[in-house]
């Protein structure tokens, strides 16, 4: 069984900063690609970053310039550092991994509980 373990939410204020992070752990082979993902209240998920296992990254164009997402391969743990944060980047932020499985062909998407980031103004 794979989880992820998403940390580091809270409350802050607009201009400040927040660093979420993601551990994968359990039975797993490889992981492929990391992603934040996020959720607004009556809005649909979107993808905020992503990283590949060689460390390309691509970004939301809303966050171009604030955050930067990093893993730690070692680890199997992901990061998101937001910097700047603004109040429409309060939202619940989900962590994803792509991951290959021993035993078992192809790979696989799983998916963090999600960690609750609001951003007074």
């Known amino acids: 069984q794979v989880q992820l373990v998403e940390s580091g939410g809270g409350l802050v204020r607009a201009g400040e900063s927040l660093r979420l992070s993601c551990a994968a752990s359990?039975?797993?082979?490889?992981?492929?690609?990391m992603a934040w993902y996020r959720q607004a209240p009556g809005k649909k998920r979107e993808l905020v970053a992503h990283?590949?296992?060689?460390?390309?990254?691509n970004y939301a164009d809303s966050v171009k310039g604030r955050f930067t997402i990093s893993r730690d391969s070692a680890k199997n743990t992901v990061y998101l550092q937001m910097n700047s944060l603004k109040p429409e980047d309060t939202a619940v932020y989900y962590c994803?991994?792509?991951?290959?499985?021993?035993?078992?062909?192809?790979?696989?998407?799983?998916w963090g509980q999600g960690t609750q980031v609001t951003v007074s103004s």
């Open positions: 359990g039975s797993l082979f490889r992981i492929n690609a």
């Open positions: 994803h991994a792509n991951l290959n499985l021993p035993v078992l062909p192809g790979d696989y998407d799983y």
């Open positions: 990283i590949t296992s060689g460390g390309i990254t």
